[in-house]
């Protein structure tokens, strides 16, 4: 995501959404823009199904605020998991929504990339193998 804001970033304007538990985000951000923070939706080492319903209904709720408020036209996401709620709303309000595929993944679907893929406007992946995966997506080659 840094990459792709230096290369727009004197043509559009940005916003930031980070996990709220995401300490290292927010000082890779290079032009300003509002930054907002949302419950991760979904936390590995959290065992707690209980937990997991309250953080998911929290994050959505947030991201509906986000979304709503928000100025902008549309959302680009690199693959985390709060995506999935923003994307959600943001397909409901009719803005664009971009998805990449993290560079990670060669061969194998992420579980964000799973859902992203049927609310994403454009959907790109890194690595040619995973066209046969996504079929509809985008090759756009190693982006970071």
């Not at 408020?69 to 985390?80: D, N, R, T």
Request: proline share 3%.
């Amino acid at each position: 995501m840094v990459r792709i804001t230096e290369m727009l970033h004197h043509i559009y304007d940005f916003e930031y959404v980070i996990n709220d538990d995401d300490d290292k985000s927010a000082e890779k951000i290079n032009y300003v823009g509002d930054i907002h923070v949302i419950a991760r939706p979904r936390r590995v080492y959290d065992k707690s199904i209980i937990r997991s319903i309250y953080l998911t209904i929290q994050s959505i709720c947030q991201a509906f605020g986000i979304i709503r408020k928000s100025k902008s036209v549309g959302i680009i996401s690199a693959g985390p998991g709060l995506a999935v709620p923003l994307f959600i709303w943001a397909s409901l309000l009719k803005k664009r929504r971009i998805f990449i595929e993290s560079w990670s993944r060669v061969d194998t679907k992420s579980a964000t990339g799973r859902i992203c893929y049927y609310l994403s406007d454009v959907f790109i992946v890194q690595w040619p193998e995973l066209i046969k995966k996504y079929p509809k997506a985008i090759y756009a080659g190693r982006l970071g």
